[in-house]
């Protein structure tokens, strides 16, 4: 039996299973359905001793997910034009072997790198996850092409590699208790969640008496609800700011000369950047101020503050590297927790990498093949399948297969994405619902809801636990799961290795691969595992406190502010304010004056949940914009809006606040795109608006975007 308990509720008796969602959201937290007369009665949530994994509304909604009356419940094919979603239903048989035929002949025809295939976090769990069961699955066929350019966190993973030599570069929350300051850059963990016990954490903090302050362009909810100060900053212009910090402390003394001296390399270089030394501008608060429109004195103020009251968490979102050279801010980020001495510390943060936080443990999922594929950029997908690629020559795309990814919805240019799947010959998606995406498929199979097998949740950004996932209900006869689809088309296609291990045997092997997990017995029984650990865990603490043993394993040993990989990237070597295409001083602000941001929403996970009505109506889907601005347009709170550029345009609400800065206006991302007959999009999708270009070292710059917002006449 699985992890459950009864209780008495009433009169009846509920069993009570364990699950977590597997959603590509910063949470993973404990649901504990209540299942009466084979059927969900209600999802509640409790805090495990010693874990914060409270689950948030979204979990506990998972029950109008898996019984929504839009989920599909048979292979849909495509009978109108592409995106207009005209499909009729076919038996499982027929889209299969549909599928199996077309992959064969575009094999025979033009060769395995004509199958492309896209994959994100649609399910995160450790069996079934989206990105492994499709990539064991091309991997077997031979060298495909996919794509290359995490959305989520490529700058920081990149900053990361050259800085510190491993993307492992977070601590555990625990530390935020011993910080004398915690500065929040660019990060809303009270919505965007970032580890279920971040907010417990920081609200201790609070309620110590620990300074917290949050630097970002609008005045968050965490920076509203926490935060002692709202340092504003434009969007993408973080790295000047954080330079001018770097500045001040170099000018007051404030800096750690022992770490410089001992454990980085290339300060020298840094410093007489910093200093005007090597250009003849110094970089200074007064040179800052007019970039990114941050104070003087706050930008002093920062400065002294993480510097001084040591130890400080400096903890960066990933947002502000989501930008046009977002890799910059995690490099500069990351330069001052080292200078300052604030790195592999308890109560110091590292800052500027992709936050995982490395147990010493793996990520158990399902083997994938060791093939090299070809490799495009995620943003420059769209020019490859037009054929106009700018960079390099891509195979030509004939055959697309989309698993656990609504493309065109996340992807930017999303009008530049409709013409490009267009262009595609056949497009295959497995999905739950009808998503924008979808609309686009040739074939829709559709997929299971986590609730519907056996498996174990993992921390998104690693973490002291696991959850099994237990099976809470039979999956609808005319599903099923990513690894059943690719296991027939597999043997229809004679390939007779994809899968022979049972979905019940495989977290099994999984459990027994790391002697730190519990058997899987074990862990039905007990439903969570939470892994011994003496003390908090603090990245690079072995580096710090044993340089000799433990050098960072990058070329030189030591954190590179000066680095030899970004330079032969062709990208400047020491953290360098580049000003950026559609940022403020682009001569573009002339017809697009605003510089729109999308932040994550606290109702959706990317886009799932959008088409959850009672969650969607507790978000805020509106347009956030500046007092000012909207005076200067005569617009007034509530009013329709149309937001637009070169790209696309939009119809939505405005919300006028002074909790965003004049010139920048923000608006959750994952919404569904809902195009009129004009292609103006009423479903508040950001992505009909950015630019599918890349940063120099593969950042997603979705926060990098101008667009002019007037009012609508008439709705
Ligand atoms: N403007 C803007 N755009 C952004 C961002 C932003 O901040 N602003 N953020 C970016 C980021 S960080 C990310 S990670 C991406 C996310 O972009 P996507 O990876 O597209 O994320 P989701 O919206 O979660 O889409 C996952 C899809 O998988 C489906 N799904 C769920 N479970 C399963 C399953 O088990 N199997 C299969 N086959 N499908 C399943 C869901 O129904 C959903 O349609 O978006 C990026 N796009
Ligand atoms: N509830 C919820 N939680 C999630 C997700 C979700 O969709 N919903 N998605 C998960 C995923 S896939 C990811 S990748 C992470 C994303 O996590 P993050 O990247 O941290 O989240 P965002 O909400 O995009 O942005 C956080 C803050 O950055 C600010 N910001 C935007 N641009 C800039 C900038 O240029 N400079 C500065 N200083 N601030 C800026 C925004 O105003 C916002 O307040 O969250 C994860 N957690
Ligand atoms: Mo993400």
Avoid at 477 to 482: R, Y
Wanted: with cysteine.
């Amino acid at each position: 039996m699985h992890s459950m308990q009864t209780k008495t509720n009433g009169r009846r008796d509920d069993q009570i299973v364990t699950t977590t969602c597997s959603y590509d959201c910063g949470g993973r937290c404990l649901l504990k359905v209540h299942i009466r007369d084979e059927k969900i009665a209600h999802i509640s949530t409790e805090n495990r001793k010693g874990l914060n994994i409270q689950a948030c509304p979204r979990g506990l909604a998972q029950k109008s997910v898996v019984s929504h009356p839009d989920r599909l419940m048979q292979p849909l094919k495509r009978i109108g034009a592409r995106g207009n979603g005209d499909f009729k239903p076919i038996s499982w048989n027929e889209a299969l072997e549909t599928i199996a035929e077309k992959i064969r002949h575009t094999i025979v025809q033009f060769g395995t790198e004509s199958l492309y295939f896209v994959t994100n976090t649609g399910s995160m769990a450790a069996l079934h996850n989206t990105p492994t069961v499709t990539q064991r699955f091309f991997g077997l066929l031979g060298k495909c092409t996919t794509t290359w350019g995490d959305p989520s966190c490529e700058g920081a993973l990149q900053s990361a590699l050259a800085t510190f030599g491993t993307a492992a570069t977070g601590s555990t929350r625990d530390n935020l208790l011993s910080s004398k300051s915690i500065i929040l850059w660019g990060w809303n963990p009270l919505e965007t969640r970032f580890g279920p016990d971040t907010i417990p954490y920081l609200a201790r903090a609070k309620k110590a008496g620990i300074r917290i302050v949050c630097v970002d362009p609008r005045q968050n909810p965490t920076c509203h609800a926490l935060a002692d100060e709202w340092i504003p900053v434009k969007p993408g212009t973080d790295t000047a700011l954080l330079i001018a910090m770097a500045y001040v402390m170099i000018e007051e003394d404030l800096l750690d000369g022992r770490y410089i001296e001992r454990y980085t390399h290339g300060f020298e270089k840094f410093h007489d950047y910093v200093t005007g030394a090597t250009d003849g501008v110094p970089k200074s608060p007064d040179w800052a101020h007019p970039i990114c429109g941050t104070p003087v004195e706050s930008i002093v103020n920062l400065a002294r503050d993480y510097a001084e009251n040591k130890p400080a968490s400096l903890i960066a979102g990933w947002a502000p590297g989501r930008t046009a050279f977002g890799e910059q801010f995690h490099r500069a980020v990351s330069t001052l927790s080292a200078i300052t001495g604030n790195m592999g510390i308890e109560g110091g943060y590292t800052a500027g990498g992709p936050d995982t936080v490395d147990m010493g443990f793996i990520d158990a999922t399902l083997p994938v093949p060791d093939t090299r594929h070809h490799e495009l950029h995620f943003t420059g997908l769209y020019d490859a399948l037009l054929g106009q690629t700018a960079q390099a020559k891509h195979p030509e795309c004939k055959l697309l297969y989309i698993v656990g990814c609504n493309l065109l919805n996340q992807n930017l240019n999303l009008n530049k994405g409709k013409q490009a799947l267009m262009q595609v010959d056949f497009v295959v998606t497995h999905e739950l619902f009808l998503t924008p995406t979808a609309r686009y498929a040739d074939i829709v199979l559709p997929v299971k809801h986590f609730f519907e097998g056996e498996d174990i949740g993992q921390p998104f950004i690693g973490g002291p636990y696991c959850i099994n996932m237990s099976k809470i209900l039979d999956a609808p006869p005319g599903v099923k799961s990513d690894l059943e689809i690719f296991s027939e088309i597999a043997q229809r296609m004679g390939i007779d290795n994809y899968n022979d291990v049972s979905d019940e045997e495989w977290p099994r092997t999984f459990l027994d691969s790391e002697s730190a997990f519990p058997n899987l017995e074990t862990l039905r029984s007990a439903g969570t595992h939470e892994f011994e650990m003496e003390r908090a865990h603090v990245a690079f603490r072995e580096q710090i406190e044993n340089p000799d043993k433990y050098p960072f394993p990058t070329p030189s040993g030591k954190v590179e502010i000066f680095s030899q990989r970004f330079a032969e990237m062709n990208i400047p070597a020491i953290p360098t304010y580049l000003p950026s295409w559609e940022g403020p001083k682009d001569p573009l602000v002339q017809k697009f004056p605003i510089q729109l941001v999308s932040p994550h929403s606290k109702v959706r996970a990317n886009s799932q949940f959008d088409n959850i009505e009672p969650l969607k109506k507790r978000g805020n889907d509106n347009l956030w914009m500046n007092a000012a601005d909207a005076h200067q347009r005569n617009i007034q709170d509530g009013d329709a809006v149309q937001v637009f550029n070169q790209r696309g345009r939009m119809r939505t609400t405005a919300s006028v606040t002074r909790r965003i800065m004049p010139g920048v206006a923000s608006i959750d991302q994952g919404q569904w795109y809902a195009p009129d007959d004009r292609g103006i999009d009423s479903g508040g999708c950001a992505n009909v608006l950015t630019t599918d270009k890349m940063s120099p070292a593969g950042a997603f710059p979705c926060n990098t975007c101008l667009v002019q917002i007037e009012k609508c006449s008439a709705m």
